[in-house]
């Protein structure tokens, strides 16, 4: 695979919303072939490209542009966490004679992978598997929240709605979700003291104050606009981070705080280079 940086002019100039991030530059990521599912590791040092249909798992190394294929499984690219020692924790989905899960832990040191939870036909995702974390999930669009092994669902805005997109802040002390309809909102851990943040999708936790989504429109079949949005969930300020010139969608962030990478329905991935120490 070849992988190539282009600059490219997608910052947004407009000056029409206030300074949440100091953007230093947008950057294209070049693949020798379309870009389906792709996702930036905490490090900032390596993507992970998956299948529409999330079916296997490869690993791009952004400063020697070699590619490592860690998984060919079914449903390997969903909700892959990837740990502090680089580690991969992923899903394999059976599906004959039944449809069951296994959870998979790649070993960065080794190159190898071993199983941490074997099949079972319940829902589970990777950071349910992993021991000590504090997880949340959206098993049957419901918030499930996972603190010292014990379980409690969560409603923060009724049990009729369907909660998505669930992540819990780098502190440990909020929840970031988005409800199907309604928007984006931020809770503490009981599902309390709700910030409504709007249409922000696929958000992700920038740090402990800002998160990072897009904000899109559809004409019913297709995405026909989206810019990706910063948003400080204490003051509401917000900044739109592109133009309109590229629908930029799915972000993810690099656990320093200086790259956002994002997505576009035509197969092509872009970094976000924000300069925070300033």
Known sequence: MKLTYIISALLCTTGLSAQVL?????????????????????????????????????????????????????????????????????????????????????????????????STRDNVLP??????????????FHLQLTIGGVKRTLAP???DKRYIWPSISPNGKKLLFFV???GAYVSDLNG???????????????N???????????????????QIIAKNITTGIEQIL???NVIAMYPSVSSQGDKILFSTPEGKAFMIHINNKE
Do not use: C, F, M
């Not at 402990?208 to 989206?226: A, K, L, P, W």
């Open 208 to 226: 402990n104050h800002i998160v990072v989504g897009q904000r899109d429109e559809d004409n019913g079949e297709v995405t026909t606009s989206s």
């Open 22 to 118: 100091h953007v230093d530059s947008i950057r294209e990521i070049r693949l020798s072939h379309p870009i389906e599912k792709i996702e930036l590791a905490p490090s900032g040092n390596y993507l992970l490209l998956s299948n529409y249909n999330y079916q296997g798992i490869t690993k791009v190394d952004l400063a020697t542009k070699t590619e490592q294929v860690v998984t060919q499984a079914a449903g390997a690219g969903y909700r892959t966490k990837v740990l502090e020692n680089g580690d991969i924790v992923y899903r394999e989905v059976t599906n004959a004679p039944l449809h069951t899960t296994a959870i998979k832990r790649y070993i960065a040191s080794t190159g190898k992978s071993t199983t941490i939870l074997h």
């Open 157 to 159: 805005l009724g049990n």
């Open 180 to 182: 199907s309809g309604q």
């Open 242 to 244: 592109t133009e309109t």
């Open 192 to 206: 309390e003291n709700i910030i409504e943040l709007g249409t922000l999708r696929a958000a992700k936790w920038y």
């Open 127 to 140: 950071s349910s598997a992993i021991k000590g974390d504090n997880v949340v999930t959206n098993n049957d």
